[in-house]
Every structure is written in C-alpha cells, then in structure tokens.
C-alpha cells in the first residue's frame, strides 16, 4: 500500500517568498500529480509528473523517481496563491493516493 | 474552456436513503474517477471507470456504492443505503488518456450531508 506524505503541514510565508512544498511516497509509481484546493473546495490539477521537471508560469514542480520525492516550488508568492497543496501518487493502475495536503498562507 | 460538472452542489439527506450524485465528464474523456473528502480530512480514491465498467475502486467502495454511465455523458455514483459517515464532498473528475499522459480535471464537488 502507498502511503503519501507532505510537509510542512502548514506553511505561512510573506508576498514575494520563495515556497517549497514537499511529497515523499513509499512504492513505486507511475506518476505524480500536483493539486491546488481553494478555500472553497474546488479542485485544480497543477502538474502531472512522471520524471523530471515541470514548469508553468511561477510554479516548477520536480520529482526524483529513485529517492520517491517530489517537490513543488512557488516563486515570488502572492496571496492568491494561499490553498491547501495536495499531491497525489499513480499506481500502475488507475489508483490515486493523495497525500494529506499542505495549507498554504501567504500574507501581503 | 471545457469543464467537468456536478450536480447537486450541496445535498441533505436521511440516513438510509438512496442519493445519487451526477456528474459530466469533458466530453472527449475516457476515464472517469470519483473521489471523496470528508471534512478536514484527505482527499481519497473511490472508484475509477474506463470502457463502460469499474477499472479499480478502494476499499471504501463497498456494496452500498454504484457507479454507472447510463447515457455515454453522464456519470453517476449512487450511495444505496447512505450512513452518516458517508457525510462528505465527492468529487468526480476525468481525464483524457490514461495515467503516463493524461491530465485530471476536477468538478468543483457535490456536499453530502447524511442526518
């Protein structure tokens, strides 16, 4: 069974900070996805990874397959970036496990 | 730009009655996933649908728990006999392609409230 993990668990940054969210999973995977949950509760995908990195706008998200790692990274924060930050991982299969998330504040 | 919906936004139930919740996938999808999060909790994975029958389902996917796709657009997940802890968001989402390459696109989540 893959187990999930994230940290920090909470995270309170200043406008303009420079965030890293981190992911570690415990089996092998076939790729790992990047979600973004508003206050509200929608959810929006963010990346989906299988190796490498990716890079959209002021968001980069890595993984490192041998080490189980992932990382999401947040240049110049602003406050509309505040949500919870989940990530999830893909068994071979069409599986989703999803980490316990990561809330996000960012004050101006 | 094309959006997975659901319906109801928010619903009120007794306990041991049926609820069904709907969703409409983007229509070019192939794989359609619910999931569910009880408050403050996790996200977590119910059931995955691909080429008209169940692909994968959790633990938490036992017998009170349908999925169907009646009309090749709607997506439905029926909870049989709804219990209070079945009080939760249920989202419904879809992709395109399958796991390696396939983006995941969220509804904005249907509230069940079980009294």
């Known amino acids: 069974k893959n187990e999930v993990e994230q940290s920090p668990q909470n995270l309170t940054a200043q406008e303009g900070e420079f965030i890293t969210i981190n992911c570690s999973y415990s089996v092998g995977i076939s790729a790992l996805h990047w979600l973004q949950q508003h206050p509200g509760g929608g959810i929006v995908s963010l990346f989906m990874?299988?190796?490498g990195k990716k890079k959209h706008g002021r968001l980069i998200a890595t993984i490192n397959i041998q080490e189980k790692h992932s990382s999401l990274h947040i240049t110049a924060s602003h406050p509309r970036d505040s949500a919870v930050y989940i990530c999830?991982?893909?068994?071979?299969?069409?599986?989703?496990?999803f980490g316990p998330g990561t809330r996000l504040s960012v004050l101006p | 730009e094309p959006e997975v919906t659901q319906t109801p936004s928010h619903q009120v139930t007794q306990m041991g009655q049926e609820v069904i919740l709907r969703c409409v996938p983007i229509s070019n999808h192939l794989y359609f996933y619910w999931y569910r999060q009880i408050l403050g909790q996790k996200v977590e994975f119910l059931v995955s649908f691909y080429n008209n029958e169940i692909s994968e389902k959790s633990e938490i996917f036992d017998d009170q728990f349908s999925v169907e796709r009646p009309d090749g657009s709607n997506f439905t997940l029926k909870i049989r006999s709804t219990k209070l802890e079945d009080s939760a968001m249920y989202f419904c989402?879809?992709?395109?392609?399958?796991?390696?390459?396939?983006?995941?696109?969220f509804g904005e989540g249907s509230r069940l409230t079980v009294l």
């Open positions: 999830a991982a893909v068994n071979y299969g069409q599986n989703f496990v």
């Open positions: 990874l299988s190796s």
């Open positions: 989402a879809s992709r395109r392609t399958d796991q390696n390459t396939g983006e995941l696109f």
